[in-house]
């Protein structure tokens, strides 16, 4: 696996397919972002092979491994052994399920002061599936989403899998909230509170774990994804 310039300062790669509850299987995205000090940030670790590593090194010193949501720690514990000085920050309700690492912080509303001038961050509260942190980099105008956001090729699953996935919205002409997130968010206030900060960042660029990322327009392109939740 190897590294992708997706816009300035912020690199994106993709690896192998993960499978989850009931058989489905989710392709993985991980996003590395490198800070002012040319320090980096590394969202949503995903597989660590040797090619990557060499890769990531070559951009700078990994010092943040970012768990956003608490369904995103595959791979935590290879990239904490990879990089034993880099901190962990781990989204609400990790720490509990992972007790075999040790985390340096939970995220939340407030930005880390290691970021705190390049990297805005908001929880998007309220969910019972999930709770996911959304991320955006201000030099690159780009939003990250974890599972939030999600488009799946209208083929990637068979049988009955394909069909709970057209139903759950995962297989959409464009990416969107899959169907059981929204059942999921039962503080439609506390959601609404922090989507309405999400569609005030102005930003250009989308990117999601899951999903094709969008390069343009990305603000408009929020504000319709979370349309329903008006």
């Known amino acids: 696996m190897t590294l992708e310039e997706f ?90 399920k992972r007790e075999d690492l040790k985390f340096d912080g939970i995220l939340g509303d407030t930005p880390n002061m290691e970021w705190v001038d390049q990297i805005d961050q908001v929880v998007a509260d309220g969910n019972v599936l999930t709770n996911e942190v959304v991320f955006y980099h201000r030099k690159s105008r780009t939003v990250l989403f974890t599972d939030l956001l999600q488009q799946m090729p209208k083929d990637w699953y068979r049988g009955w899998r394909r069909i709970v996935a057209m139903l759950d919205l995962m297989t959409e002409d464009q990416p969107t909230v899959p169907r059981k997130f929204r059942l999921a968010f039962k503080d439609r206030k506390a959601a609404r509170q922090a989507i309405d900060k999400i569609e005030s960042w102005p930003s250009e660029k989308v990117l999601m774990a899951h999903g094709t990322p969008v390069h343009s327009n990305g603000q408009q392109f929020i504000k319709d994804a979370f349309n329903w939740l008006r």
């Open 7 to 96: 816009a300035e300062d912020i690199w994106i790669t993709d690896g192998p397919e993960i499978v989850a509850a009931a058989g489905f299987h989710y392709p993985t995205r991980a996003a590395v972002i490198r800070l002012a000090d040319q320090s980096l940030f590394v969202w949503s670790p995903i597989e660590l092979d040797q090619a990557l590593r060499d890769a990531v090194n070559e951009l700078g010193e990994v010092k943040y491994l970012i768990a956003p949501n608490n369904l995103h720690h595959s791979f935590l514990a290879e990239w904490r052994h990879a990089y034993p000085l880099a901190k962990l920050y781990a989204a609400p309700g990790l720490v509990s």
